[in-house]
């Protein structure tokens, strides 16, 4: 009985992290490693129920600091002061991206602390394509979750697909397609969310990311999301 209330918590808590678009990232976007010295900043809210918000929304704190240019270390605490099925202090996510070249880099995630009591550990790499002739780009991410944080059973698959259209200096659009499965059984635990979302610039440095998603498929690791809503503030800043 232990072990079944084990495994249900577990599955509880990879549908709740499926809500962001990078649930296996200290970084809730995809960004790749910024310039030396730079420092991030973001707080954000989620919610797969925006019928319901008071009651089912996540809070994420993350914060990033570029070591040099090669080299991006930075955390994410995710809190439930207002979501009933969570902890007040939900998880704790830390991680590092290492650039390899300037549109790919690796990354490496642990959460020491979340509400599996479980350690996890996400391995991945990202790649940007430039279309500036087409006025966006592409950026994509494979991410492998590993230990019973990140996948009750086998390991945890997330692929993220993410088309980019720059509207003005002002306006950037995105629409995410985060797939996600376990190498159990990749049929069964297919799950993909379509997450449509823009950055609007409200002043050097200060961005508001505003978005909405759903389920186009879900399996067992994700719970069906009819409309949910994220809302983020992201504050860039560099230190001389």
Known sequence: ?????????????????????????YDPYYVLPG?????????????????????????DLMGKYAVNDMLEVGGRASFGFLNEGADSFSSIVL????????????TLNLTPFNEAEEIGLSLGVMHSLDL?????????QLQIGLLDAYAPVGVGV????QPVRSINEKF?????????TNTDDMAEYLSVLALPNVDVVLAEG????AGVYGS????????????????TILRDMHLQ
Do not use: C, H
């Not at 991206?97 to 790919?104: D, M, R, S, V």
């Open 1 to 25: 009985m232990k072990k079944v209330l084990m495994a249900a918590a577990l599955v509880t808590a990879f549908a709740i992290q499926s809500l962001s678009a990078q649930s296996l990232n």
């Open 35 to 59: 310039k030396a010295r730079s420092l991030g900043v973001d707080l954000g809210l989620a919610t797969p129920d925006a019928a319901n918000f008071a009651d089912a929304s996540d809070i």
């Open 95 to 106: 991680g590092a991206k290492y650039a390899l070249q300037e549109n790919t880099a690796l």
């Open 132 to 140: 500036e002739n087409l006025g966006g780009g592409l950026n994509s």
């Open 158 to 161: 997330e692929i993220l697909l």
């Open 172 to 180: 950037t659009a995105y629409l995410d397609l985060l797939i996600s």
């Open 206 to 209: 200060w961005i508001l990311n």
């Open 216 to 231: 186009l498929m879900s399996g067992d690791f994700a719970e069906d999301t009819e409309v949910g809503v994220v809302v």
